[in-house]
């Protein structure tokens, strides 16, 4: 088991970070499970993960946690394949660029994202991992398709995705989406290695590159499927989520707002 930094190619704006092994890689895709601090909810998900045994490497995508979760002790027998941990700047979407770097550089197929708060049911992982070997390119999770099922989602958040930020991506990306906020997704290598999509840009730092790839998939013609997910909210206590109530979502409404007027585009997109 060892840990190296990690630096990506002279085409790619990548945060550094490290990577711990504790196994090799086994299958054609992997599931990347973002996390920071998310103390025993990241812990329970994993041992649903294993129990689904879905034909997936399962690999950590760490933001930089300081809860003691993502030790070699817990994440091991777990079943997980490799902890990333980035080091350099940047929230999520520099936390994808780290896990997306890594994945292409290990050679897999097609990569899986769902978040480590414990609140996606990992039984909709063999959907995704069939969606990929069928050629789908971007894989959208939705509570809101036939199939799919929302406990407990509050109310308010319910109300904005369905009359504002999926019916905006919609619009973008021509065509229609139902659950936009859900990060439980899957993308091919080709999809992610095109040069007219190019996610490896230091502009991609928090919440764009969710909004940039859903609408960049379906505007360059790429295979686009929404598969049936669970997801649920706890019945009390806080609800999970990075999102502050008041900055947190005014920061997601400027950038969704960006991304549908296609300020993310590769500069030299015509």
Avoid at 143 to 164: D, E, F, M, Q, W
Avoid at 174 to 201: E, I, K, M, Q, W
């Amino acid at each position: 088991m060892t840990a190296e930094a990690q630096t990506a190619g002279p085409d790619r704006q990548v945060p550094a970070y490290t990577a711990t092994d504790f196994s090799g890689r086994r299958h054609r895709h992997c599931v990347m499970v973002f996390v920071i601090n998310e103390n025993g909810r990241l812990l329970r998900q994993l041992d649903k993960m294993q129990a689904v045994a879905a034909p997936l490497d399962v690999v950590i995508a760490d933001g930089g946690s300081t809860d003691g979760s993502t030790t070699a002790a817990n994440l091991a027998p777990r079943g997980v394949r490799t902890l990333l941990v980035k080091t350099g700047p940047g929230k999520l979407s520099a936390q994808m660029r780290m896990a997306f770097d890594w994945a292409l550089q290990q050679g897999y197929e097609g990569v899986v994202t769902i978040d480590g708060n414990d609140k996606d049911g990992p039984e909709a992982l063999h959907r995704f991992v069939a969606a990929l070997d069928a050629g789908v390119d971007h894989v959208q999770g939705s509570r809101y398709v036939p199939g799919g099922v929302a406990i407990n989602t509050p109310r308010l958040r319910s109300l904005g995705i369905k009359l504002l930020h999926a019916p905006l991506i919609s619009l973008a990306s021509r065509r229609r989406y139902t659950d936009t906020t859900n990060g439980f997704r899957a993308y091919s290598r080709r999809f992610l290695l095109d040069p007219r999509v190019a996610p490896f840009r230091d502009v991609f730092a928090r919440y764009e590159l969710h909004y940039y790839l859903a609408i960049r998939a379906a505007r360059l013609g790429f295979s686009v499927q929404e598969v049936p997910v669970t997801r649920a909210y706890p019945d009390k206590g806080p609800v999970p989520t990075k999102i502050s109530p008041w900055k947190g979502n005014w920061l997601v409404l400027k950038t969704l707002f960006k991304a549908c007027m296609h300020r993310y585009d590769p500069p030299q997109d015509p």
